[in-house]
């Protein structure tokens, strides 16, 4: 089993959609979670992080934690064609500093 | 605030040549990372440091890879021989320290695009 997983996707919606992503992972033991962001050819850029069970929001981006269902997720509301780009999901490792990463889902947002 | 500085941006090389990848974290960042990302995968982990020394190597594969920190700061990671499977972007990050990384996360160099031929 994979230590973070992702559906590879693509993920299709239209402009103005909400797109949810989603992510589940295997160590329980593990605190922080992040989403990035990586356009084709760039780095991962750090968008959403999130400690607690429940929701956090950050303008149109909302992270969700479930670690009782080892669970994390990502919605973008009102989705942009700016927004099309694989987001990887990454997971402390056992608190210990070190990110896992999952594969990554491409979203693609069509005007 | 400078971001994490990467050099080479592209490197082509032939099998079992050698390359090195040079890494400058952001200033005060106590925690360095190296990761491989091969296209369609998810970053993977190689090493990290914290200053100069090594936390974590377990998923570097020593027969060819190797990587150093010295005085704490830059960073220098050598593959030597290449193979064909090391093409990949290899990625920098760095971090503050350990106990206050997590409001920030990891934040990533652009990255150097190496293609073995």
């Known amino acids: 089993q994979k230590e973070v997983e992702q559906n590879s996707g693509p993920l299709s919606v239209p402009e103005g959609a909400i797109a949810s992503l989603n992510c589940t992972y295997s160590?329980?033991?593990?605190?922080?979670f992040f989403w990035y962001r990586q356009y084709s050819g760039k780095s991962p850029e750090l968008i959403m992080f999130?400690?607690?069970?429940g929701d956090k929001e950050d303008g149109r981006f909302t992270a969700q934690l479930n670690k009782a269902s080892q669970y994390v997720s990502l919605l973008i509301r009102d989705s942009q064609p700016s927004d099309s780009a694989t987001y990887l999901c990454?997971?402390?490792?056992?608190?210990?500093?070190?990110?896992?990463f999952g594969q990554g889902t491409t979203l693609q947002v069509k005007p | 605030e400078a971001g994490v500085a990467q050099s080479p941006r592209y490197k082509i090389i032939e099998k079992r040549q050698s390359v090195a990848f040079w890494c400058n974290p952001i200033?005060?960042?106590?925690?360095l990372y190296w990761y491989q990302q091969i296209l369609g995968q998810g970053p993977k982990l190689l090493i990290q440091?914290?200053?100069?020394?090594?936390?974590?190597d377990s998923q570097l594969p020593k027969d060819r890879f190797s990587a150093e920190r010295l005085k704490g700061v830059d960073s220098t990671l050598k593959i030597q021989p290449a193979k064909l499977e090391d093409s990949a972007v290899y990625l920098c990050?760095?971090?503050?320290?350990?106990?206050?990384?997590?409001?920030?996360?990891?934040?990533f160099g652009s990255g150097t695009r190496l293609t073995v031929v």
């Open positions: 990050a760095s971090s503050l320290e350990r106990s206050s990384w997590q409001n920030y996360g990891y934040t």
């Open positions: 160590d329980r033991g593990s605190q922080s």
């Open positions: 999130i400690y607690s069970n």
């Open positions: 990454a997971v402390d490792s056992s608190n210990t500093g070190k990110l896992i």
């Open positions: 200033s005060g960042h106590a925690t």
């Open positions: 440091f914290q200053n100069n020394g090594v936390v974590d």
